[in-house]
């Protein structure tokens, strides 16, 4: 049985072993002429970033490169997201967020990765699609902080998903931890860059 054509705006998403991890084969449809390309990255790596995109229960093989991807290859080239660390008017401090410029529904668009509650009730972690962070009412500022590669893309998400969350620390006015230091968004979205440089994706 052969493996489900999967498709998103124009791309066709797959896997080879022998492919570079992270780049793009372009050629034109053997149909209609029209210009198609594939993603390549390696086969686990594919299956989390499919699994994030809804897609579920697919066949795939290592060897296949979809049949109807042209034969005549116009070049290889390296797909990468620019990714920010963004602030948002809040009190008593600015909310700060990680956002990854996708573009794949719209200029600028892309996923924001964030802790959402508060230190009264402990917070929990936030992966969605965002606009462009210049559209909230609350936008204070964006820190550009490196570009991830398109293999890389879907280890964000989990090393981010890997971050202690900021817990409970208040009943009412009274701290529950008072050894411990403060965790907020703020901390949380530290400790992330932090983690994503150390692990290679930034």
């Given at each position: 049985?052969?493996?489900?054509?999967?498709?998103?705006?124009?791309?066709?998403?797959?896997?080879?072993?022998?492919?570079?991890?992270?780049?793009?084969?372009?050629?034109?449809?053997?149909?209609d002429s029209k210009?198609?390309?594939?993603?390549?990255?390696p086969l686990d790596l594919l299956e989390t970033y499919l699994s994030t995109k809804g897609y579920c229960n697919f066949l795939l093989s290592r060897k296949i490169l979809f049949g109807w991807l042209a034969s005549s290859i116009e070049g290889l080239f390296k797909i990468s997201y620019n990714i920010f660390r963004v602030a948002y008017l809040s009190a008593p401090r600015d909310r700060h967020t990680i956002f990854m410029?996708?573009?794949?529904?719209?200029?600028?668009?892309?996923?924001?990765?964030?802790?959402?509650?508060?230190?009264q009730s402990g917070m929990t972690?936030?992966?969605?699609?965002?606009?462009?962070?210049?559209?909230?009412?609350?936008?204070?500022?964006?820190?550009?902080?490196?570009t991830v590669t398109f293999a890389d893309y879907p280890r964000v998400a989990k090393i981010c998903n890997d971050i202690t969350l900021p817990k409970k620390q208040f009943q009412m006015n009274r701290r529950l931890y008072p050894h411990e230091a403060i965790r907020r968004c703020q901390e949380w979205t530290a400790e992330a860059v932090q983690a994503l440089r150390e692990a290679g994706v930034l």
């Open positions: 049985m052969p493996p489900k054509r999967l498709t998103r705006n124009k791309y066709m998403v797959g896997c080879v072993e022998e492919a570079i991890p992270g780049h793009v084969l372009r050629g034109r449809h053997p149909k210009e198609v390309a594939m993603m390549i990255m410029e996708t573009s794949e529904d719209g200029p600028r668009m892309g996923f924001l990765y964030q802790v959402t509650g508060d230190i972690y936030d992966y969605k699609k965002a606009r462009k962070p210049e559209e909230s009412t609350t936008f204070a500022s964006k820190e550009f902080l490196r």
